[in-house]
């Protein structure tokens, strides 16, 4: 992040978590119900840090950035609010952004990913500290969010090391690259001398899903003005269950899982105006995740993926990630001619390997029994995994030229990035046929292992250039103008630039927009996933081999080489301060986006291209990663912060506001699949990309505090979801009603350093619309939708600054 040494905004008070922005966008945050000392420390540290969204790193006014910013502070969140990871966190508080937790969506039940305004998780840049973090290895097959996308795992960060998080609600591809379509997030980790704890628990009100915290921090002083920052966590989430007695053989609800966590971060002045600068983490996650039960001898389930002689009454196999996450960043900025030059190398890097538990190779039983035995087969299984590795090399340059019109500051550099994605192949127990083709049933149960042929071992590179230029025309009026040049080694070359502007009509209202392009390069895991997996459609096992982009079988079926996505964007809206203690943001927007890269329907049997393949392979279906359609999203962000005297204390209110919708505008049918459109993008496809995220999301907060008691009542608004079926036609789609619930805390004070916090989340245990489960994705009444499907929560948090 760049240095400013001009005027910070004005401050506006927040709630926890609450949306903070100014009447600019030029945001900044003060925790509710402090002193005005204590703002002013806050203010004091936030001012040499410039928000997301510009590169000035000198401002010589307090000229606001002409872009939408949400900066929310994390300190109250961590020390009080009812969520303990960040992806939960920021679910419950930025209206624009969802973040949901899937069931019965094989890995990605053990990673929330996070998306804004409604488009796809990869969609959304994800930065530490104004530098890019790299995304998982995971790609989504399953749930009713971000299907066929990747994305970055939130919650490898500890929320105590975490100072604010920066949303920038603008497409910003052409300041910062590739997959900037929606926005841009930024962490911005804690820098403060001190130490400090923070110990939780919580569980559901029926009595499952406990979760236990502690995560510890310390900043220590490092010579002249340097500092030292470490952050270390463990967060241990119990699974929860939502199915009842009468449907013994499933398990829905949240994963189980174990993180362990550690964060560095610091920044270190030399006398030669060098400073060096580092952050980075290192987590390892234990998950356990439940698959889809496979019923006992007799029953209506395909008994070929049982054994009488180990699971006669039948089984539910569990899928236990164990996931890896790396992530460091080192670097030096120093003053060269009134130039501030910024020279960093980030690593990334994200492994998960699979074991199958309490599962079996119903082949491998069947083969045992067939030759004298008793049809016995292994119950766990190593089937195998993948990675993701990436490394990020930037140039940046930027000055303020204080004596042109009203000051402009110009920016260049450069960007070089390395990426590679593995998978790694299963033991063969969890993959072989042992008692030949066509049985249906080879391969661990829950999650067949990953073949040979499915291990892959991919790179490449890419190198950018940008140019930005902010101009203060005048005291009231503003411009920032970006382009940017990429070159992938895999696909060619692209270039895209933006347009801002903001002009202050009066001292309280400022109108501000955008006009950008941009663009989205296909991930290597879209490129080269491959894997034969078990689906379940209305209640029965059908095998789908999802093969890659450019291999044999999608070549046979006519799909097309993968390209970049390309977008359009446009903002338009105000910001305004009718009275020193209220402010209002109101911004429209509208995105389009050409050749959206997607996951395919399925390609069945009786398809003429690769039908005969399908059934040599053994499996029922097929599907791809396709460039097919364009989307167009468009809709509004409000926002509005008030804070007020009430009786002895003091009472923050804000309210957050996102109303949006995507329509699919084209569907692109390479032309050997003229006729076959409904295979390609169905109907149930197509919702997941229309109605995957609720059209409307809001929340409404009142913090007052009051001596030593802090009271925060949130109330939170889902608008309503439309998802499709696996019948279609007749069959209604799925609806699902909105929801209103709300979240309530109380803390008390004992000491300025300890405080206690007591509370409970979703208070008016909300659930999603009732569904047929042979319609569902995950088999279950609803879908993980909205809320999530757990039910009403209570938590206690207990922090100390030491």
Request: proline share 4%.
């Amino acid at each position: 992040m760049s240095v400013s040494r001009g005027r910070t905004a004005a401050l506006v008070a927040a709630a926890v978590g609450s949306v903070c922005v100014s009447a600019g966008g030029w945001a900044q945050a003060q925790e509710a119900g402090t002193d005005p000392a204590a703002a002013d420390e806050q203010a004091t540290r936030l001012e040499g840090v410039t928000v997301i969204g510009s590169r000035r790193y000198e401002r010589a006014s307090d000229t606001e950035t002409p872009v939408p910013v949400d900066t929310l502070p994390m300190t109250k969140a961590a020390e009080q609010a009812p969520t303990f990871d960040l992806a939960q966190t920021l679910q419950y508080t930025a209206p624009s952004l969802i973040s949901g937790r899937q069931t019965g969506a094989d890995n990605a039940d053990s990673v929330d990913s996070a998306a804004l305004r409604g488009l796809g998780s990869d969609q959304t840049l994800v930065l530490v500290n104004g530098k890019r973090l790299h995304s998982t290895a995971l790609v989504n097959l399953f749930g009713a969010r971000n299907r066929g996308n990747t994305g970055t795992d939130l919650n490898t960060i500890p929320l105590l090391a975490i100072d604010r998080v920066e949303i920038l609600r603008d497409g910003a591809a052409a300041q910062y690259g590739s997959d900037a379509i929606a926005g841009v997030m930024n962490i911005a980790l804690k820098r403060r001398p001190g130490c400090e704890g923070v110990a939780g628990y919580g569980q559901y009100t029926r009595g499952d899903g406990e979760n236990w915290l502690a995560s510890g921090y310390c900043g220590f002083k490092v010579g002249n003005d340097g500092i030292v920052a470490l952050t270390a966590e463990y967060l241990d989430r119990g699974r929860s269950n939502r199915t009842t007695a009468a449907d013994p053989l499933r398990i829905i609800g949240d994963t189980a899982v174990k993180n362990g966590t550690v964060y560095f971060n610091g920044e270190i002045p030399f006398a030669n105006g060098l400073h060096f600068y580092f952050d980075g983490g290192l987590q390892n996650r234990d998950a356990s995740s439940a698959a889809f039960a496979r019923g006992g001898i007799g029953s209506d389930d395909i008994p070929s993926r049982n054994s009488a002689a180990m699971y006669p009454d039948g089984f539910v196999p569990f899928i236990d990630p164990y996931i890896q996450d790396r992530h460091g960043t080192a670097g030096v900025w120093w003053m060269w001619n009134d130039w501030r030059v910024d020279a960093s190398q980030t690593l990334g890097y994200n492994k998960l390997i699979d074991t199958i538990r309490h599962t079996l190779n119903a082949s491998i039983a069947n083969y045992d029994l067939e030759h004298g035995g008793r049809g016995i087969s292994p119950d766990h299984f190593n089937a195998g995994g993948f990675s993701f590795a990436q490394a990020t090399t930037n140039l940046d340059f930027a000055r303020f030229f204080d004596g042109w019109l009203h000051g402009v500051n110009v920016a260049f550099g450069g960007e070089f990035r390395h990426e590679n994605y593995q998978i790694f192949a299963g033991e063969p127990g969890s993959y072989i046929d042992a008692d030949g083709p066509g049985g249906g049933n080879a391969g661990s149960q829950g999650f067949p292992g990953f073949q040979p042929a499915d291990a892959t071992d991919k790179s490449r590179n890419s190198w950018a250039v940008y140019g930005d230029v902010e101009i203060d025309w005048t005291d009231r009026f503003m411009t920032d103008q970006a382009v940017r040049h990429e070159h992938y080694s895999d696909f060619g070359s692209t270039t895209i630039g933006k347009l801002a502007g903001a002009y202050r009509v009066t001292d309280g209202f400022l109108l501000r927009g955008s006009l950008s392009t941009g663009f989205r390069a296909p991930s290597l895991q879209q490129r080269y996933f491959s894997s034969t997996f078990t689906d379940f459609i209305s209640g029965v096992p059908v095998d789908v081999v999802l093969a890659p982009n450019g291999g044999a079988i999608a070549r046979a079926a006519g799909i097309p080489d993968l390209k970049q996505e390309k977008s359009r964007s446009a903002t338009l809206g105000f910001t305004w301060k009718p009275l020193d203690n209220v402010s209002v943001t109101l911004d429209g927007y509208r995105i389009d986006i050409d050749d959206r890269i997607v996951l395919s329907g399925r390609f069945d049997t009786s398809d003429p291209d690769i039908g005969a393949i399908l059934e040599q392979l053994g499996v029922g279906e097929a599907q791809f990663f396709v460039n097919s359609v364009d989307t167009r999203t468009q809709g509004i962000d409000l926002t509005v912060n008030h804070t007020t005297s009430l009786g002895d204390g003091e009472l923050a209110s804000y309210l957050a506001f996102n109303h949006g919708t995507t329509k699919v505008r084209a569907v692109h049918t390479p032309p050997s699949l003229v006729g076959r459109e409904d295979s390609l993008l169905g109907e149930r496809d197509r919702l997941f990309i229309e109605d995957g995220a609720p059209h409307s999301k809001a929340v409404l907060g009142f913090d007052y505090t009051l001596g030593k008691w802090d009271t925060n009542f949130k109330i939170i608004y889902f608008g309503p979801m439309t998802l499709g079926t696996f019948s279609g036609p007749p069959v209604p789609n799925q609806h699902y009603s909105d929801k209103t619930s709300a979240d309530v805390s109380v803390t008390y004070s004992f000491t300025e350093d300890t405080k206690l916090t007591v509370g409970g989340a979703n208070i008016l245990d909300k659930f999603p619309t009732r569904q047929d489960p042979d319609e569902t994705d995950n088999g279950f009444k609803y879908e993980a939708v909205q809320f999530g499907l757990n039910g009403a929560a209570w938590f206690v948090r207990l922090a100390h600054r030491f």
